[in-house]
Each structure stands twice: as C-alpha cells, then as structure tokens.
C-alpha cells in the first residue's frame, strides 16, 4: 500500500477530505496554554520587541539555558515552547511584534506576604546575563509573585501588601468568582519601574487554589500589562503628529479660501494641493499601522480587564479604574489622531476634486473658443476657396479660349472661311460653363468618395 503523501491534506473513514488548514485552524485554541503554577510562586516575565529578530536567534538564545544546547530550531515553528529546567519552567511565545519569555519557579520565603520590599532578583534560577541578553527591545518586564493569604478581610491585606512593595501607594482588586463564593484572588501592584527595570505585582490566592487557576490568573495579569504598552505605542506617533496636523490644517484652509475667491492660478493650487497630499500620504503610510495596532490592543486591555472580574476593596481603587483612567484618554488621543489624518485626506482630496472642477469648466470654455475660432476659420477659407475656384475657372477658360484662338487661326491659314476672333468670342460662354462644369463633377466625385 502506498503511504499518503505528508502534503496533502488527511482523508477520515467518514469524511470528505480535510482542508489543509484544519488541523492548523482547530488546534489553535490549545496554541498558547496556560502555564500551571504551584503557590507560592515567582513568575519573571520579559517581553521585548521582536523586529528584526528571527526565530533562528532566539532559538540560539534557549540554547545556552542549562540542557538545551541541542534544542531544534523546529521546536519554535509553533509561535509556543515550554522548556522544564531544574527547579523552573521557562516558556517561549512569539506574538506578531514582540516575543515573551516567563520563568516560573518557587517564591523563595524572604519574599512571602508581609516581608518589607523582598529583593526578588538574586533568587531568580536563570541567570540574570541570560535575561539581560535576550534579543530585542525590552517592552514589558515583570516580577509577579504569587502568594497563599486568606481573602476573608481583604481590607487587612492592603497594609501588608503595601508593606511588600516597599510602603509606595498600591492599587488592588479581587479578582473573579470562587465556587463558594466571593473572589478567588486578590491581586495588587504599584505599576512603578524599580531600578532594575522590572515592575512587581502581587497575587494573593487560598491554600485551595489549583495550579490551572493560578495559571490562568498570572496569563492575565501579565498579557494586560503586555497589551496596555503596546496599546500605548502609538501615543508618542499620535503626540508628534500635532503640529504637522494643525500646519496642514491652516494650509488647506488657505488654500480653499483662495480657491474659493480665486486669488491664485490653478497651477499654483494644484501644485501646492499634491504637496500637502503627499504629506498626508507619508504620515498615513508612517502610522497607519501602528494606530491600527493600538486599537487592536486596546480591544484586548478591555477584554482581559473584563476576565478578571474585578470587585473593589474598600478604600483602594482597583486595577481597572486607575488604569483606564489613564489609558482611555491616551487611547482617545490616538484614535481623535487617526481620525483628524482620514478627515484631512478626505478634505484635500475634495478640495482637489473642486479644482478640478474649475479647471474642466476653464478647459471646457477655452475648448468652446477654440472650436468657434476653428469654425469661423473654416468659413473663411470656404469663402477663400470660392473666391480661388472663380479665379481658377477663369484662368482656366482664358487658356482654353487662348487655345482655342490659336488653333482657329491655324484653320484660317489652312483655307477655312472663318473670323477667328468672331468665332472664338461666340465660343467663350460655352467654355465658361464648360469649366465650371468640369470642376462641379470633381467636387462632386471628391465629397462621395471622403463620404
């Protein structure tokens, strides 16, 4: 029996041929799972901009963590690799602009719920040159501990967990719905960058919560904070963009009031018209991508603000309002940004449509000139032709006449009885209208044939 060919798409028992892409589009939901995590726990998550970095050199990059020095670069085509390390897991996801690396391993006990400021960087398994080196542009780092704690009185966790980072103000909210009721975590951060470059979060869960929650609980919290600043990237490109916007702005408006009174020639116009478009065009080009991007993130910063279910600790605000208090007047700005660039294309293109209104109607009108001149001078050279053709026939006839009289007096010296004088003055009404009538055929014969 000949085996299948690996290209070709599957054939089931009971089933048309798969689509090649089925396995691939059906095994997407299990593409990215959730890691599971065993409480306490420390979770080190780097994110950095994957822009020019192939897979290649971030397979090469696992390779130096201890055991992984044979680790194929097939391993990475799936976008996903979990790698189990003495005492840790690390795990590898590339996204479309960045690529995220977590360390999971045990939250060593000086770092435990109600510890000063725990200094979680020399405890860390993998060796921070590792960290420091991995290719790209570092967009997001973390350290997230995760931590048993009662949430019976969540207003007493406050105090420690501030006590935790450092005594700096914190935000917190429980999170979730546990199966008896109530929340299932509490989590609190201070959204500060320490000197190390890492930000720290706090998750506080029962003794009773399973390692599949806990792991759902740090993708969240840690792909809201991915997303959160990569939705903010397009912020600078929208702030940069404002005075090209408010110059293009007042140049189109000049250039509608004059086109409007008429102050400047349509050269000028258009030539000044096609620059600020093209102006337009570039930045379009420059930024369109990343204003698209932002509202994608954005999308997803408010779905994953939804997944956590947030309920409010008295006295504390909670994750979610302070950051959308401060995320949605900076996604605003980018999306009021997008939205002014579109409008100012749309308006130089009508202005430009206008002038080529005006300039078809010019065009038209000169057109109109031009074909009454060209008429005008066709009936002048009609007339001209009549006036040549009445001379040409008379010319004409005055040679046929003179012929006519020199061969009449070649007849009178051969013998004839004629006055050749006489006879040829009695011939000339018949040569006139025989010329005439000559060159009224050739007209004649001329217009049936162009007709």
């Given at each position: 029996?000949?085996?299948?060919?690996?290209?070709?798409?599957p054939?089931?028992?009971?089933?048309?041929?798969?689509?090649?892409?089925?396995?691939?589009?059906?095994?997407?939901?299990?593409?990215?799972?959730?890691?599971?995590?065993?409480?306490?726990?420390?979770?080190?998550?780097?994110?950095?901009?994957n822009?020019?970095?192939?897979?290649?050199?971030?397979?090469a990059?696992?390779?130096?963590?201890?055991?992984?020095?044979?680790?194929?670069?097939?391993?990475?085509?799936?976008?996903?690799l979990r790698?189990?390390?003495?005492?840790?897991?690390?795990?590898?996801?590339?996204?479309?602009?960045?690529?995220?690396?977590?360390?999971v391993?045990?939250?060593?006990?000086?770092?435990?719920?109600?510890?000063?400021d725990?200094?979680?960087?020399?405890?860390?398994?993998?060796?921070?040159?590792?960290?420091?080196?991995?290719?790209?542009?570092?967009?997001?780092?973390?350290?997230?501990?995760?931590?048993?704690?009662?949430?019976?009185?969540?207003?007493?966790?406050?105090?420690?967990?501030q006590?935790?980072f450092?005594?700096?103000?914190?935000?917190?909210?429980?999170?979730?719905r546990?199966?008896?009721?109530?929340?299932?975590?509490?989590?609190?951060?201070?959204?500060?960058?320490?000197?190390?470059?890492?930000e720290?979060?706090?998750?506080?869960?029962?003794?009773d919560?399973t390692?599949?929650?806990?792991?759902?609980?740090?993708?969240?919290?840690?792909?809201l904070?991915?997303?959160?600043?990569?939705?903010?990237?397009?912020?600078?490109?929208?702030?940069?963009?404002?005075?090209?916007?408010?110059?293009?702005?007042?140049?189109?408006?000049?250039?509608?009031?004059?086109?409007?009174?008429?102050?400047?020639?349509?050269q000028?116009?258009?030539?000044?018209?096609?620059?600020?478009?093209?102006?337009?065009?570039?930045a379009?080009?420059?930024?369109?991508?990343?204003?698209?991007?932002?509202?994608a993130?954005?999308?997803?910063v408010?779905?994953?603000?939804?997944?956590?279910?947030?309920a409010?600790?008295?006295?504390?605000q909670?994750?979610g309002?302070f950051?959308?208090?401060?995320?949605?007047?900076?996604?605003?700005?980018?999306?009021a940004?997008?939205?002014?660039?579109?409008?100012?294309?749309?308006?130089?293109?009508?202005?430009?449509?206008?002038l080529?209104?005006?300039?078809?109607?010019?065009?038209?009108?000169?057109?109109?000139?031009l074909?009454?001149?060209?008429?005008?001078?066709?009936?002048?050279?009609?007339?001209?032709?009549?006036?040549?053709?009445?001379?040409?026939?008379?010319?004409?006839?005055?040679?046929?006449?003179?012929?006519m009289?020199?061969?009449?007096?070649?007849?009178?010296?051969?013998?004839?009885?004629?006055?050749?004088?006489?006879?040829v003055?009695?011939?000339i009404?018949?040569?006139?209208?025989?010329?005439?009538?000559?060159?009224?055929?050739?007209?004649?014969?001329?217009?049936?044939?162009?007709?």
């Amino acid at each position: 029996m000949t085996p299948p060919d690996p290209g070709t798409p599957p054939t089931h028992l009971a089933l048309p041929p798969d689509d090649a892409l089925r396995e691939v589009l059906h095994n997407e939901v299990h593409a990215r799972p959730s890691a599971r995590i065993r409480l306490p726990a420390l979770v080190v998550y780097v994110a950095v901009l994957n822009a020019g970095i192939g897979r290649d050199a971030e397979c090469a990059h696992l390779r130096r963590l201890p055991g992984q020095d044979a680790l194929p670069l097939d391993a990475l085509a799936g976008n996903f690799l979990r790698l189990r390390l003495g005492g840790c897991t690390v795990k590898w996801e590339r996204h479309t602009e960045f690529t995220r690396y977590s360390i999971v391993q045990p939250l060593p006990d000086s770092a435990a719920l109600g510890a000063a400021d725990p200094e979680l960087l020399p405890a860390v398994v993998v060796d921070p040159q590792w960290l420091r080196e991995i290719p790209g542009r570092t967009v997001a780092a973390i350290k997230l501990a995760m931590v048993h704690g009662d949430l019976a009185d969540p207003a007493a966790l406050v105090p420690l967990a501030q006590r935790w980072f450092g005594g700096r103000p914190v935000v917190a909210s429980l999170m979730g719905r546990a199966p008896g009721g109530g929340s299932h975590s509490c989590a609190v951060t201070d959204f500060q960058l320490r000197a190390s470059g890492y930000e720290r979060m706090l998750v506080i869960a029962p003794p009773d919560t399973t390692e599949t929650r806990a792991g759902r609980i740090s993708q969240r919290l840690l792909e809201l904070e991915t997303y959160r600043m990569m939705a903010l990237r397009g912020l600078p490109a929208a702030k940069s963009l404002a005075p090209m916007l408010g110059d293009a702005e007042a140049t189109l408006a000049s250039l509608t009031e004059q086109l409007e009174a008429g102050q400047a020639s349509d050269q000028e116009l258009l030539d000044r018209l096609v620059a600020l478009a093209g102006r337009l065009e570039r930045a379009t080009a420059a930024h369109d991508y990343r204003f698209a991007a932002t509202r994608a993130y954005s999308t997803l910063v408010a779905e994953r603000l939804a997944e956590l279910r947030e309920a409010a600790i008295p006295g504390t605000q909670t994750i979610g309002e302070f950051l959308q208090r401060r995320l949605n007047p900076a996604i605003a700005t980018v999306a009021a940004t997008a939205q002014r660039l579109a409008s100012l294309s749309q308006r130089v293109e009508r202005a430009s449509a206008l002038l080529r209104t005006r300039v078809d109607i010019a065009t038209e009108a000169q057109n109109q000139q031009l074909l009454a001149k060209l008429t005008r001078g066709q009936e002048l050279q009609l007339r001209l032709q009549t006036t040549v053709e009445g001379l040409s026939i008379a010319a004409i006839s005055y040679y046929v006449v003179s012929l006519m009289l020199y061969g009449a007096k070649a007849a009178k010296s051969a013998g004839l009885p004629l006055d050749p004088e006489i006879t040829v003055g009695a011939l000339i009404p018949l040569v006139l209208w025989g010329v005439w009538r000559t060159t009224r055929r050739i007209h004649e014969r001329l217009h049936s044939t162009g007709a």
